[in-house]
């Protein structure tokens, strides 16, 4: 599979439109064009950790991608993980996900909710820390929006 995909960058405040190519089935080769040429390649099990490789190599000069990919509260199911990690979802601190939190990995979002793959993993460990506590499983908000989220339909592709 070879795929181009068009990502906005935020570079020195400024946002440009560049290009990610996709390439691959099983490990994924994502390459990331500026106008002036290639600016980061990198491979991964899923483009989602692809994508983290390619973002931890840019941060230090100062290139932010504003993808759904990039956000701090976002993450893959193991399910999304195998088939590509096309697909990630919006974490909640006090909500369970469901299939209305699910955007596309390469989906556009605004630089304010984008964060650097330290952030992003610090939200994760707070998640599953938070996921944990005995005090969701009581609380009828939890339920309610559990059983209410698997009738919406997932996010459109941005892509």
């Known amino acids: 599979m070879n795929e181009d995909i068009p ?3 935020q570079l020195g405040g400024e946002e440009a439109e560049w290009k990610m190519s996709v390439e691959g089935e099983g490990p994924w080769r994502l390459r990331l064009e500026s106008p002036d040429g290639v600016e980061s390649t990198a491979n991964g099990d899923n483009v989602f950790e692809a994508l983290r490789s390619i973002r931890a190599e840019l941060a230090p000069k100062g290139v932010t991608i504003c993808c759904n990919g990039a956000r701090v509260d976002v993450r893959p199911s193991g399910l999304s993980k195998s088939h590509g990690g096309w697909m990630v979802y919006i974490l909640h601190m006090r909500l369970p996900s469901t299939t209305r939190d699910l955007v596309p990995t390469f ?5 304010r909710l984008v ?3 330290e952030e992003q993993d610090a939200y994760w460990e707070r998640h599953l820390k938070n996921r944990r506590n005995w005090i ?3 609380n009828p908000a939890w339920w309610i929006y559990f059983f209410l989220g698997f009738w919406a339909k997932p996010r459109k592709r941005q892509w």
């Open 7 to 9: 990502v906005y960058v």
């Open 115 to 117: 964060g650097s793959v």
């Open 136 to 138: 969701n499983y009581i």
């Open 107 to 111: 989906g556009r979002c605004p630089a």
